[in-house]
């Protein structure tokens, strides 16, 4: 009779342990409220909150042109318009290219007048051979120099003819392109 009570105590012991491990799981459970008097003004939120802020839209910007960058009008995550300038490029290297273009055309346009000039030379200088040649009944002037005149008139031509196309420089192999209305 003995074992009995030995075992009651330690039945009630566990029950006791039990009940004190629910209970402390049951405090750490309740959940934390504050109450306070209800008074008047503007209603306010709080949101404390941790992540990672995604842009609603992202647009890669891109200019036409290459060069130094001289002035930038905007900064990250700013605000921008429609047509609102970013980025001004130094124009001086644009600059630079129209004049070195106006001096090429001026040089062009100088060789043209001068070749115009050429043709028209080598053309009356054929033509006053000629009429010296018909004056003389074709013994002045020889026919080489005759020959050699109308060989100049028509070389001045030919150069002309040929200021029409623009010619390679160099002898390379071009690569082969990629168009479809070719095949």
Same mark, same amino acid.
């Given at each position: 009779?003995?074992?009995?009570?030995?075992?009651?105590?330690?039945?009630?012991?566990? +029950?006791? @342990? =039990?009940?004190?491990?629910?209970?402390?799981? !049951? #405090?750490?459970?309740?959940?934390?409220?504050?109450?306070? &008097?209800?008074?008047?003004?503007?209603?306010?939120?709080?949101?404390?909150?941790?992540?990672?802020?995604?842009?609603?839209?992202?647009?890669?910007?891109?200019?036409?042109?290459?060069?130094?960058?001289?002035?930038?009008?905007?900064?990250?995550?700013?605000?921008?318009?429609?047509?609102?300038?970013?980025?001004?490029?130094?124009?001086?290297?644009?600059?630079?290219?129209?004049?070195?273009?106006?001096?090429? +055309?001026? @040089? =062009?346009?100088?060789?043209?007048?001068?070749? !115009? #000039?050429?043709?028209?030379?080598?053309?009356?200088?054929? &033509?006053?051979?000629?009429?010296?040649?018909?004056?003389?009944?074709?013994?002045?002037?020889?026919?080489?120099?005759?020959?050699?005149?109308?060989?100049?008139?028509?070389?001045?031509?030919?150069?002309?003819?040929?200021?029409?196309?623009?010619?390679?420089?160099?002898?390379?192999?071009?690569?082969?392109?990629?168009?479809?209305?070719?095949?």
């Amino acid at each position: 009779m003995r074992r009995r009570p030995v075992w009651l105590a330690a039945a009630l012991v566990l +029950l006791c @342990a =039990a009940g004190l491990w629910l209970a402390s799981r !049951a #405090a750490k459970a309740a959940p934390c409220c504050s109450t306070q &008097a209800a008074a008047r003004g503007d209603p306010t939120l709080t949101v404390i909150a941790n992540g990672t802020i995604q842009p609603t839209r992202t647009i890669n910007i891109g200019s036409e042109l290459s060069g130094t960058v001289l002035k930038v009008n905007v900064d990250v995550n700013d605000s921008v318009k429609k047509g609102q300038v970013l980025v001004e490029l130094d124009p001086s290297k644009l600059r630079d290219q129209v004049l070195r273009s106006q001096a090429t +055309l001026a @040089a =062009a346009q100088a060789k043209v007048r001068q070749t !115009a #000039a050429t043709i028209v030379e080598a053309q009356a200088n054929l &033509a006053r051979l000629e009429e010296v040649s018909a004056l003389s009944g074709g013994k002045v002037p020889a026919r080489t120099g005759l020959d050699t005149a109308r060989a100049t008139a028509l070389r001045a031509v030919w150069v002309s003819v040929q200021m029409c196309a623009d010619r390679s420089p160099i002898m390379a192999v071009h690569p082969p392109c990629h168009r479809k209305d070719r095949p």
